[in-house]
C-alpha cells in the first residue's frame, strides 16, 4: 500500500538529524531510505549536511527503471538501496552509517558474533561482512543485498554499516544496535574475549521475546 509521501518525508529528514546527533554519521557521510510502495522510494540527497536539507530535497526513485524525482542528486549508494528493496519486499526502510566501533570491525573484516540478547531478537545471529567493493558501484550493492539476505544488518567491508527494518524506527534502532554490540565486542577483547550465544540459546531467546515480552491485546484491563 502506498505511503503518505509528505510524512514520509518529513520522517526521512528527522532520521538523518538523529543519525547525526547520536553519532552514526559525521558531516555528510551516510544515507537512508524508505520505501514509498513496491517499487519507488525516497532517499536522500548526495553530499548534503544533513542539518541543511529538507524534505523537498528528497529525491524519489523508481527501484525498477532508475528513474529520479527531485531537484537534487541522490545518494551514490542508491543502487544499493534499489537492490535491497528488489530482493526483500518486507523492508520498509534502509539506514547505511559509518558508526565508529561497528565500522572498525568492517575495517577489519571482521564479522560480529550474536554476544547480545538484543542481536538474538533483532538479528537471529551474527552480522555478517559483505565483501569490499567500490563505494557507489553495483558490485557493492549486489554484494551488500546478497550478504545481508533474510537479516537485519550487514556490515560493509572497510566502509560501514547497512541496516534495514519494516520502517524507519525499526532501521534506525537495529543500526544502533549494531554500534553498541560492536563496542560491547571490542570491549570485551580488553579483558578477554567475548562469547557467543549458541544457537539453542538464540532460538530460546527469540521464542521468549515473541511470545512473552511486552503488552498484548487484552491486558491491563480492570477485573482481569
Known sequence: MPR????LRKEVVECGRRLVARGLVTGTAGNLSARLDAVRFLVTPSGMDYERFGPGDLCAVNGETGEVTGPRRPSIETGL?????????DVGAVVHTHSLFATALAAARRELPCILDAMAVQF???????????????DLADSAA?????????LLANHGVVAVGGDLEEAMSRAELVERAAQTFLLAASVGKAVPLDNDSIRWI???FRTSYGQHPGQGKEGE
Do not use: M
Request: net charge positive.
Open 4 to 7: 503518505d509521501e509528505g510524512r
Open 81 to 89: 538501496h534499489a537492490a535491497v528493496y528488489r530482493l526483500r519486499p
Open 124 to 138: 537471529g545471529g551474527p552480522v555478517p561482512v559483505a565483501r569490499y567493493a567500490i563505494p557507489g558501484s553495483k
Open 146 to 154: 546478497r550478504t545481508l539476505g533474510d537479516g537485519g544488518a550487514v
Open 206 to 208: 527469540q521464542t521468549f
